[in-house]
């Protein structure tokens, strides 16, 4: 009896991950998920949330471009607006997977809490990666109040 080689790799549909934020600005916590994520992802797309209720410093076109310069070398990440549900900016995507990521007690129960809601009005499942220790203080709202008192921030926020 012959026995045929079976390559998993070539049969499986391409794993797309969205990961939503306002990225206000984007982070080298973000970073750090979207790189980490490229090891259990095929294709990222980084979401960025225009959210009327939120006040954001830089238009989300800005914080789009922004993005793409950080991953203008990695073809596997894209950076696009979205406004509306997560999960039909995802099925627009063709995502079958939410990427988040949590620094703390409280990021996993909100973003728990999220994900039971996304499964349950869809069917797609979110994976979580918990923020290296070195970065979990990083937020998106620290760095934009240490820059409004005139602090350098360079070192949160991904080089171009």
């Not at 073809?75 to 627009?92: C, D, F, N, S």
């Amino acid at each position: 009896m012959t026995h045929k080689s079976h390559n998993p790799q070539v049969c499986r549909p391409e794993r797309v991950a969205l990961f939503p934020g306002t990225f206000d600005p984007f982070t080298t916590g973000h970073l750090s998920i979207v790189t980490r994520g490229l090891e259990l992802f095929d294709r990222i797309v980084v979401a960025v949330g225009v959210n009327d209720g939120k006040r954001s410093g830089n238009s989300a076109e800005m914080r789009v471009d922004a993005i793409r310069e950080i991953f203008a070398d990695e073809p596997r990440v894209k950076a696009v607006a979205y406004a509306g549900l997560t999960v039909e900016a995802a099925e627009a995507e063709g995502a079958r997977f939410l990427l988040r990521g949590v620094r703390s007690v409280a990021d996993y129960e909100y973003e728990r809490a999220l994900a039971d809601v996304n499964r349950n009005i869809s069917d797609i499942e979110t994976v979580i990666l918990y923020a290296l220790p070195e970065l979990a203080v990083v937020s998106s709202s620290m760095v934009r109040e240490l820059a409004r008192y005139g602090r350098d921030v360079s070192r949160f926020i991904p080089k171009r």
